[in-house]
């Protein structure tokens, strides 16, 4: 096991790796020089030739891209030309919000995901099995803003129930957090669980047709029990793919949903930096979004391989 | 880049006035305590406030710094930190004696040291400081005394000095000394204001905290000026682009205040329980900058096209988006103030497509397209710039329209000239008609425009000292404005914001809201 | 040798029917819409502002006077210009490196590491930060999703390559010495086919959804033209007072997407009746 987890964290790391060079080459796709780029165009001539020194912007750009690297190493993002502050702390101050609301979102998708798969799968090529799918459908095919606009609506002018908008941290108020964080999780959530959905609904029926069940249905066992024992156990290894999938890729979704509710996460700190032209912050940000990629995989591997006893003895 | 006029005393004026003074006017709190949180249309790009002309570091530094002067309800200079000033006889010399006992929030006494290195500092670094070009140098005499020498006499001076839009602010010169614009870190944000700065966190709020040792002037509150009381603890200033949200904040209680609001709102939010909406007038003038330095409209029968085609109605309409909330006017001061004037108003909205057709052939237009930059933190220049951008391809222009929020659209502005052929802006109201010399010069590279005329015209009237004189000098850079046609104004905006019935005793004033000599209702 | 043969069209279930002629009915009118109501997308009209739906104004006028209708039809030609542009490319950038990474062991590890690198970084997250560095324009969208989408859709074909490489009549192809682009072009390619169209589908629901969200960041082709995403996000603050500014857009946006959702189902359904992976 510890072979399989080792080939896999390094497998990940030279995406990362990969990534990086993604993040580099993205930006100097840009029109202009590179300092004047990541300086902006009022930088004093001084802070010009220390950022020239600093990345070696006359040498080759492998030499470049090894001077950026070993900034990063450093956990030096470079500095952001619109907050005037290191990007890293920009980031930082933000990640406990996008944080909360990913797995706030993460935690209604699964619950609601699972929840439709099972239900669509037991009772499936009937109308629950049908109106499940379209509801799941509909979550894949709304466009999360026009979502969450209407769930503003909704939940705060009409029935004005819950706020508009901004964040209070939990540990500083769970309720008053928990409020905030409803509606742009449940708006982030939905979405995310149609493609989860999907994925119980066909694992738990093949599950559902396969010989475990069959065996205990016909030794007398109860059907709850059938469900739950060995149905449900067996169709979870391949949901747990998608989980981690949408796990990792949530932090994308969670750039619309904190514009629409002003959230002041780390997708709306990319996106008012890609509008200001604040090429620091564009490429800090690229980094620690495919970092958390990486990590959440590495989470996912990690349980794959504890959960199904296949994988494990397939390693070792 | 929102400037201010000075305005005089007319009746109507006075009557607004003296309702807004009176509303604001208290002697001591009636009740101590509670918080306002007010969803504002951006964010301060930066702490270091003397450097950005951006509306919302205004908004935010007039409750943390004061001036020697400021500004009343008449936006008249009055004293703030200085009692009183005397003129020498040849009007070169101002002394100013300040206050005693004021401090600053980290408790250190404000002293003559203080506003002398602020000023410096501010003559140095501000992109404002221009309006102090006539300065000579500023020293302390002793303490409490401050001699500020000008090179010469000026009219303009003790206006320009109250000017809010950035304000001189006083701030303690260990902390200011051999500090680079910019680079004022939060912690050294310190002045003599009713409240301190407790915390900033960039997109997520500006929040300011009661200063207890504040000593509030003696006069009667009025405008900026006067008796500043923190009967609210806290006042957090919450950064809300989205203008659907500003108002589903406020509706929800979320927000006491919001501001810029748009005006199909108005007849809702004014009959809404628990709502007050106000209208601020005046508020902005709607003007398009052209660029002619570079680009298709270096080319004067091109912005003479626009000029004649225009029609300001329809794009007054769509940037207020009610009639009650705009009118028509082509001076560049307004109404309200003495300074007004109707020269060159023969070329203002003439509505005459045909004859723009004609220009735009004759002045041998390439077909390249017209880059628009506007601003999406201010609806109102968003939608002039639309509609704008309509009229002008019904003229036969290419157009390209590019939106930004507004202090990088500010940025592009003043330091890109390349990339843009009409930049959209804002001016709000002057202390004195001298606020526009750092708008209009040619060396203060504020704007592409350079005219040597114009540059005269500014220059004596800055040292004009008799004020019809002034007003016919000024009357004549206005006509050169039509005739040159550098930038093409609109209309006059009128603000609209709301808050909710629990702030008593809100008066709106100028554009940014006061929440001094207000108490909440409820304590929260 | 079944699997070397096209399938003969067999209809694709009650559903996909319906999405079908939901979808079509969408496209007949973006494209043939404009030739029958004329009105401009982006004339500013200020006397008309903020009209309800009525004869004269079949789906409303926004803040600015302009029809929405026409805003509507003008938002959808450039949301299936991105879409369609967006699938095809995608289609034969990913299917081409699909095919090679799968079928070619060497090429395999060095083309499924770089794609991984992309699949990284979140869609839209890729999207705008590549819209930072070009010129927001339709073009520049296209280019972006392009290569958002290539990498996941080269895993899939990839997939579908492995599989088909181990069937016993490629090999036998290959022992009587084809030619590698044969190989490609005449035995797995027409097996991965209708993977390939399933993918395809889903990609142009994508497309128009992701088109509407850059555009509704301000990342997108700038104002005035009219997109679905920029006519929602104009119109966001008035959704209480002039909510068919924003309806209209929305409901496209769904019943198209919707509609490439359900038919892409219906085409996978139709080729592998076991719904999944």
Known sequence: ?316 | MLRRLMTLLLPVVMLAASSTAAAAAMDKCPAQGGTVRAAMAGSPPTLDFITSFAAQARDMGVYIYEGLVTVDSNYDAVPQLAERWTTSADGKTYTFHLRKGVKFHDGSPMTAADVVASVERFRGQSPRKADLSMVASAQAVDDLTVEIALAQPSAAFVPLLAYPGPAVAIMPKKLIDGVAAGKLPQSSVIGTGPYRLAEWVPDKHVHLERFAQYSPASAEASGYAGRRLACVDHIYFVPVPEVSSRVAGLESGDYDYAQNLPAETYKRLTATKGLKTVILKPYYEIVMHLNTQGGPLKEWKLRRAIQVGLNEEEIMLAAAGDKALYRLDPSLFFKEQYWHSMVGANRYNERDAAKAKALVKEGGYDGSPIRIITSTDFQFMYNAALAAESQLRQLGFATKVQAYDYPTMIDIFRKKRADWDISYNAFSIRTDPGGFTFVLKSDSGYQPYASKEVDTLLEKALLERDRKARLKLYEQVQDNLYKDIPMIKHGDLFGFDALRDRLDGFAPFYTTPRFWNVRSKDKR | MAEGRRRRWRGLGAAANVALLGLGLVVTLIVAGPYVYTKSSTLVVGSERLRPPSVAHPMGTDQFGREVLARVMAGGQQSLRVASLTMVLTVLAGSALGLVAGYVRALDDVLMRISDAFLALPAVILAIALMAVREPSEGNVVVALVVVYTPRMARLVRGKALLIREMPYVEAVNALGARLSRVLGRHVLPNAMPEIIVQGSFIFGYAILDEATLSFLGVGPPPPAASWGNMLAEARYLIRDAFWISFFPGLLIGVAVLATNILGDGVRDRYDPRKGE
């Open chain 1, 1 to 316: 096991m510890t072979r399989f987890l080792t080939s896999r964290v390094l497998s990940l790391a030279f995406v990362l790796w990969l990534v990086t060079i993604i993040a580099f080459v993205v930006i100097r796709l840009a029109p202009g020089d590179p300092s004047a780029v990541m300086l902006g165009s009022d930088a004093t001539p001084q802070a010009v030739a220390e950022f020239r020194a600093a990345y070696g912007l006359d040498r080759p750009i492998a030499v470049q891209y090894l001077a950026w690297l070993g900034h990063i190493v450093r956990g030096d993002l470079g500095t952001s030309i619109y907050l005037g502050r290191p990007v890293t702390t920009a980031i930082l101050e933000r990640l406990p919000i996008s944080l909360t609301l990913t797995l706030g979102a993460f935690a209604i998708a699964v619950v609601l995901g699972v929840t439709l798969g099972l239900v669509a799968a037991y009772w499936h090529d009937t109308w629950v099995d049908r109106v499940v799918s379209v509801v799941a459908a509909l979550g894949l095919s709304m466009p999360s803003f026009w979502l969450g606009i209407c769930l503003i609506y909704l939940f705060a002018v009409r029935w004005p129930v819950l706020p508009s908008g901004g964040f209070v941290e939990p540990w500083i108020d769970p309720a008053k957090s928990f409020r905030h964080l409803v509606l742009p999780a449940f708006a982030l959530g939905y979405l995310q669980s149609g493609l989860i959905a999907r994925m119980a609904r066909a694992s738990m029926l093949e599950a559902l047709r396969g010989d475990f069940v069959r065996v205990a249905r016909s030794k007398g066992v109860g059907e709850l029990r059938v469900v739950v024992k060995h149905a449900f156990r067996n169709a979870l290894i391949p949901v747990l793919t998608v989980t981690g999938i949408t796990l990792a890729v949530m932090f994308g979704g969670a750039v619309v949903i904190e514009t629409v509710f002003t959230l002041p996460g780390v997708g709306r700190l990319l996106v008012n930096a890609v509008v200001r032209r604040d090429y620091p912050v564009v490429q800090g940000t690229l980094l620690v979004v495919a970092a958390w990629y990486v990590v959440v995989n590495i989470a996912v591997d990690i349980l794959y391989t504890a959960s199904d006893p296949r994988v494990r003895l397939r390693a070792s």
